[in-house]
Nanobody
Framework: QVQLVESGGGLVQAGGSLRLSCAAS????????MRWYRQAPGKQRELVAG???????NYADSVKGRFTITRDNAKNTVYLQMNSLKPEDTAVYYC?????????????WGQGTQVTVSS
């Protein structure tokens, strides 16, 4: 059973930076893709950034150029560096990992970490 634990959230002023961490209980190299999602109050959960095992990255248009997803295989941790934060980035941020073994796909989620950006 894979466990994901996010950390690094908090309160920051607009224009500031935060780095979120997602520590996995297993080797992240076994994950086909790891993603960060966020959910603001009253809104649907949305994809923020993704990183495949092969190193391909993708970002939501709203965060391109400001957020960067990286990983440290030795620490089994994925990071989300968030710069130039805006009040609209306020949300609970969730880490997600997908493992595909043949036809079987397993989806894992962390508990979330709150990010609040004040204007």
């Amino acid at each position: 059973q894979v466990q994901l634990v996010e950390s690094g959230g908090g309160l920051v002023q607009a224009g500031g930076s935060l780095r979120l961490s997602c520590a996995a209980s297993g080797s992240i190299f076994s994950f086909n893709v790891m993603r960060w999602y966020r959910q603001a109050p009253g809104k649907q959960r949305e994809l923020v950034a993704g990183l495949t095992r092969g190193g391909n990255e993708n970002y939501a248009d709203s965060v391109k150029g400001r957020f960067t997803i990286t990983r440290d295989n030795a620490k089994n941790t994925v990071y989300l560096q968030m710069n130039s934060l805006k009040p609209e980035d306020t949300a609970v941020y969730y880490c997600n990992a997908v493992v595909a073994t043949g036809p079987e796909v397993s989806d894992y989620w962390g508990q979330g970490t709150q990010v609040t950006v004040s204007s």
